[in-house]
């Protein structure tokens, strides 16, 4: 078949040919947790694969465009840098210190990104009926959708937010512990993770508002941007609401907090700065439930 409809089908033949094998062409409703995530990931890689060598195939373009990416990411940061031009500290944090929360913020919310920057796409394909070509490929509709057109200049933001946690903890006089050594990539991954389910959350709610990716970036994008600073700086309610209801104040402030040896403006006990990633699992597994509750109402466009 010739044109764009032929192409599409052999772009991903390559792909859906080695889940299903993978699968052993079992539906895939039938398989267990397991083979499901199995599957699921399988699928991530070879899809994300075939974006990676599309890109690479380019490479002048790839590097202008990661480092527009970083670039453009950087500005948040000078935005910081001019506010200590004119002031000494921020909600009592000196400038290493609110970069240290930058830091693991943008490098936790960029991990997310490039893993699953894609999936406010979904309300999209939900609007035009695209999804329901996903929906008959015997791969996993998650995947497919946190796969398709993987960004790889995406990476820009991550170097950028570890070239600011790389600064911030080389200026710091941090009196260092193995608690602490092990908790800076601890806070880096699990935020990862609790900004990966907020992705699929909000994706989840574009089946029923089918345009919302607004709605869905004012919690990615708003909450990395809120996690940049410092928690003093906002009222007692707030923290309250993304500490115990949206629990991005798990993403950087409450173990960074403890690396600094600050307390959180609400009184937690210090143990709480190591339970990040039981609360990033417990995201996800939320997410998932909300995933498939979505998925499953979907009645598709009927064109």
């Known amino acids: 078949m010739a044109g764009p409809v032929g192409e599409g089908a052999g772009r991903w033949a390559g ?6 094998r993978a699968a052993d062409f079992q539906p895939f409703e039938r398989q267990g947790a397991y083979e499901r995530l ?46 200590f031009s004119q002031v000494d500290r921020i909600g009592g944090y000196s400038l290493p210190e609110v970069a ?24 999209r394909r939900v609007r035009d009926g695209t999804l329901d070509t996903l929906l008959v490929r015997p791969v996993p509709v ?33 009196h260092w512990t193995p608690l602490k050594v092990l908790l800076i990539p601890l806070m880096l991954l699990s935020g990862g993770a609790i900004f990966s389910a907020v992705f699929v959350a909000g994706a989840s709610f574009q089946f029923v508002a089918q345009d919302a990716a607004e709605v869905q970036n004012s919690f990615t994008y708003g909450g990395s941007t809120l996690l940049q600073y410092p928690p003093t700086v906002f009222a007692k309610d707030l923290l309250r609401g993304v500490t115990f209801v949206l629990p991005l104040a798990f993403v950087n402030w409450l173990p960074a907090l403890y690396v600094l040896g600050r307390p959180y403006p609400l009184d937690l006990p210090k143990w709480v700065a190591f339970t990040p990633p039981l609360v990033a699992a417990g995201c996800c597994a939320l997410a998932g439930i909300a995933w498939r509750a979505g998925l499953r109402a979907y009645r598709s466009t009927g064109s």
């Not at 373009?61 to 990416?69: D, R």
């Not at 990411?73 to 001019?82: H, K, N, P």
């Not at 240290?100 to 979904?122: C, E, I, K, N, P």
């Open 100 to 123: 240290l929360l930058y830091g693991a913020a943008g490098t936790a919310f960029g991990l997310a990104d490039l893993a699953l920057g894609s999936m406010d796409r979904l309300g």
């Open 142 to 174: 998650l995947a497919q959708v946190a796969a398709d057109r993987f960004a790889l200049r995406r990476l820009g933001r991550v170097t950028q937010g570890l070239f600011v946690l790389g600064y911030a903890l080389a200026v710091l006089d941090i």
């Open 38 to 83: 199995r599957d699921g990931l399988r699928a991530y890689r070879l899809i994300t694969a075939m974006w990676i060598r599309s890109t690479m195939a380019y490479r002048a373009s790839f590097a202008m465009t990661a480092f527009g990416n970083f670039a453009a990411t950087a500005l948040d940061f000078v935005a910081i840098l001019l506010m």
């Open 15 to 20: 792909p859906v040919r080695e889940v299903v």
